[in-house]
């Protein structure tokens, strides 16, 4: 799976939007000096102005990005963040975390870019657009094949073999079923680290409860179902008496 590097930003148009990406003039000058030969005058065989670098480069301390590495969007109409993570291929809530944490609320336009090189840091000196993290970008799966996990949690212990028929779930549907649940309280990080095997669902399932500020808890409950299966997550909370996280995907 690949990580793309994230930014998110407001421009008042497209045109604007692709000028602070263009590096045409940088990308042409370099062209001429590789291909010219040196005529032993240091100042004209110097190499290009780094001035010449587009806006977006600039700022985040890069010479030149791949064209086929990058990705940009802008919108002339509002959008959510499911309507975004499916057009970059990542997970909606993990997209939804980060759009929380950074205060973000108004933007329209966004920019991924493939590169194990970048730093964080100098990704995060970006001033015109704002840096979300780097996040992993899903593969392209059909429904069918896709798995999706959804999580609950509470404090009552529940008859595991009756989640299924409590639920309204046909077992052909469940792909798994992983209810873990402990007399003494203990802390909700360590436990879905721990108990749910896959370990990027986990790390995307301890976001959401961070960002929801759940520390403790005494049951966890996780169904795994194929993507063409779709299970209303508040209505099974309230059924079993737990509290509903999320839908995740396994990408």
């Known amino acids: 799976m690949k990580k793309l590097h994230i ?21 042409e000058a370099w062209s001429a000096y590789d291909n010219e030969p040196p005529t032993g005058d240091k100042e004209h065989d110097a190499e290009p102005n780094p001035q010449l670098r587009c806006d977006f480069c600039k700022e985040i301390y890069l010479d030149t990005y ?48 493939e590169d194990n090189n970048l730093d964080v840091k100098d990704a995060s000196r970006s001033k015109k657009i704002h840096y979300i993290g780097n ?21 009552n212990k529940i008859n ?12 052909k549907d469940s792909i798994k079923l992983n209810y873990h649940h402990s007399s003494k309280s203990g802390n909700l990080d360590e436990i879905l680290m721990l108990k749910i ?6 790390e995307k399932m301890i976001l959401k409860v961070d960002e929801l500020k759940m520390i403790t808890t005494n049951s966890i409950l996780e169904i ?27 990408g």
């Not at 930014?7 to 990308?27: H, I, M, N, R, S």
């Not at 595991?160 to 077992?171: H, M, R, S």
Request: glycine content about 6%.
């Open 7 to 27: 930014w998110l930003g407001k421009f008042k148009t497209e045109k604007e939007f692709k000028k602070y990406l263009d590096q045409k003039d940088y990308l």
């Open 66 to 113: 791949d064209e086929d590495l990058i990705m940009i969007k802008y919108y002339d109409n509002p959008v959510n963040a499911k309507i975004v993570a499916d057009d970059i291929c990542i997970d909606q809530n993990e997209l939804e975390v980060r759009l929380r944490q950074h205060g973000l609320i108004d933007w329209n336009a966004i920019i991924t870019l």
């Open 135 to 155: 996040l992993t970008q899903l593969s392209y799966q059909t429904a069918s094949d896709q798995q999706v996990h959804y999580l609950w949690i509470g404090h």
């Open 160 to 171: 595991k073999k009756n989640i299924i028929q409590q639920t309204g779930l046909d077992k």
């Open 197 to 202: 095997e896959d370990y990027n669902i986990a």
């Open 224 to 250: 795994v179902v194929n993507g063409t299966i779709d299970i209303d997550g508040k209505e099974v909370a309230e059924t079993l008496g737990m509290a509903y996280i999320g839908k995740f995907d396994n």
